[in-house]
């Protein structure tokens, strides 16, 4: 039986080949219609069942092997572009992981029984894939969910936190603004005090909390009272409840607002919700083992990073992990032209590969010690 290490090595050519056309033809979320075919096509040459029929995603696909009873790894590949940015997030990197790991784990099913599944998560930029594969059960059939993403620094956990967006439309009475003024309501003076309001209430939030507004329609004439206001505010905190309490309280003030205007509030979510990372505490060991295997061992614990992804949403309904591994220069910061060089230069090919071992590792072992699965459930049930 060959080891991962050599599996990996067997299939550097068809990583490596994924990486690129990704890397040379970004597609950004929603549109990735020619990843998901190069994935297709690569997959099926591996003897992977491919399910490219997602409800709500046409560039989602679930691709799966099995040996029958046994422990479900699942593997998650991303692989949008940003808008007029190419890859400068490296999910070119995070597919072609995906990829090889999925498939030298699917070699080990000739030994282990078990099953593996790589989700192919469009549209992680804006958080829409992996809600809408959690919505079709898909993530159901693993027991566990692993990724990997390219950094400019390396750590085994992070916070992710929980993110949730509104539109706020505000709707008063139009009226003519100088022969008739006390006619209207102004919608505008809504959406304005709604803006203080908030800023004020900064003042008492709890430290990393964030709520971004913009103003996104504010009347069309000057001479008529606006009988129409929107923004759009998005909210931001890693603690579930203090998250919670605090987009409650948000939404009350634009109601009262509203109300003190004589206005109505219309609110509406633009965005599926974001929900904080629940890093699995065993599946973290079991990488983190591999990976000073492979050796890497510049790594912390945990970072506070302030980010999201729907990666989150993925680890509050299957135990997952989503360590960031360095695989770019330490200046090249995500969402930059530095960190898009960067996504395909020598390094972050050489991670790549590693990468691929060590989510395979981690697979391996489970695939080996099934009993594993038991201990990961209990963790995840414990927090
Ligand atoms: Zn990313």
Known sequence: MKNIQQIIESKKEKILELEKFLYNNPEIEMEEFRAKEKFTELLLSEGFDVDGDIEGLPTAFVAHKSSGEGPSIGIVAEYDALPGMGHACGHNLIGAIGFGAATALGELLEEYRGSVYLFGTPAEETGRGKPGLLAG???KKADIAMMVHPMNFSALA??????EGYDV????????AA???EGGINALDAAVSFYSAVGLLRQQMKDGSRVQMIITGGGSAVNVIPDRASLR???RHREIKYFRSLVEKILRVARSTAEAMGCTAEIEMFEPPICCMKNNNVLVGLFKKRLVEAGIGEFQEYVETGGCSDMGNVSQEVPAIHPWIRMVRPSSDAHTSDFL???DAPLAIERMYKMACCLAGVGEEILKSPQLVEK????????
């Not at 439309?169 to 003519?176: C, D, E, I, L, W």
């Open 233 to 235: 505010v998005e909210i």
């Open 137 to 139: 059960g898909y993530f």
């Open 376 to 383: 990961i459930k209990e963790d995840f049930r414990s927090h």
């Open 169 to 176: 439309t505000f709707r008063g009475k139009a009226s003519h």
């Open 158 to 163: 992070s916070d992710l936190v929980n993110l």
């Open 341 to 343: 060089r960067d996504a």
């Open 179 to 181: 022969a008739a003024p």
